[in-house]
């Protein structure tokens, strides 16, 4: 699962942050081919007043995931379609209200715990 950072405005319950959350994973795992038990998410709310998309007003989120280097341009482009979609569906954000930012890396920039690059230790 790549990290994803999840920021809404902070006016919004956990059940909302709930629901961003698994529309998003559900997003990715039907998009991008990731383990359906590697979830990394972290969710940050936003004043209004910090939370400025050009002219975008109501509800809006913005999505970063940082992944590894390798997913094809079409998968990408699918994720994006499909999360709008989910979240249009439910919590019911606009799909104009949406950012999507991918950034990636290499497979020496991960590591998950005990100080090791996973996916380069056996290298």
């Known amino acids: 699962m790549p990290l994803v950072r999840i920021s809404v405005l902070d ?42 998309l050009q002219n975008r007003e109501g509800d809006r989120i913005v999505l970063e995931l940082t992944m590894r280097a390798g997913q094809a341009r079409e998968d990408k482009q699918a994720f994006y379609a499909r999360v709008a979609e989910l979240l249009e569906q439910d919590p019911g954000i606009p799909p104009e209200n949406v950012m999507i930012v991918i950034t990636e890396n290499g497979e020496e920039d991960w590591s998950f715990q005990d100080g090791v690059a996973q996916f380069i230790a056996d290298s």
Do not use: C, H, M, W
């Open 11 to 52: 006016r919004k319950d956990e059940g909302y942050r709930k629901t961003v959350a698994d529309r998003v994973n559900e997003a990715v795992l039907e998009t991008l081919d990731f383990p359906p038990d590697d979830r990394y998410q972290l969710i940050q709310g936003f004043s209004s007043q910090n939370f400025e």
